[in-house]
């Protein structure tokens, strides 16, 4: 397993509202008191947030068909997986999450303070996602150091690479290396806070467009600008 190092979570009341769904701009002149909550959940879900970053770096031997064939005798297979890294020479599995303390903390709290649990829940959404963006920029920025590429980061769910095919291939490469998030038999992760994706990397790998336009809700997202303008 790959060692990272310590990633510091930075996320804002903006994150925290998109990760519940919310337009920031549109709640903030409608709904000043949701945002007040927003602060009030960072301050009391941070401590309650357990980053971890399981990362296993592999090297692709051979490509076959829609599988890229992986050192170890793993394999990673899809339509997605294979227009992405069809030229890395290693490829890295990631899965990040924030372990479960908050996500039992929104059980408590639901049934007594909806508000306040969504705004909680929104945390843990902002909190794995940066986690998730931190892990992918230290292997890009490593990549660039040795002269080479990094691709979008690839995660089942998007189009080309379905829940059902990625995330068993995933928890198959990592195995036993991690203990902390088990994958239920509909390809549920527990905790619920948690993603997983893998990066390819190479000197002549082309990076083909924003993990946005991969996504099946592309069509309907709103916040496609927002994530466009942070690359």
Known sequence: MLKLPDLNLVFSVDDVLRGQGADPA???????ALVKTAERAIEEGHPLLQPEVYCQEFQV????????????????????IVQHLV????????LCTIGGKLERRVSDLIASDMVYALALDGVGSAAVENLSNAACKYIEDAAQGQGMAASIPLSPGMVGWPVEDGQPQIFSLLGEKQNS?????????????????V?????KLETIGRTCDYCTQRETCRYQDHYLNST
Do not use: C, D
């Open 199 to 203: 990066l390819g990397v190479g000197p």
């Open 87 to 94: 030229k890395a020479i290693k490829v890295y599995v990631f």
């Open 181 to 197: 998030v088990r994958l239920t038999p509909s390809y549920v992760m527990l905790p619920r806070k948690s993603l997983t994706m």
């Open 61 to 80: 031997e051979s490509l076959q068909h829609e599988r890229l064939n992986l050192s170890g005798g793993g394999w990673l297979g899809g339509k997605l």
């Open 26 to 32: 549109a709640l903030r002149r409608r709904s000043p």
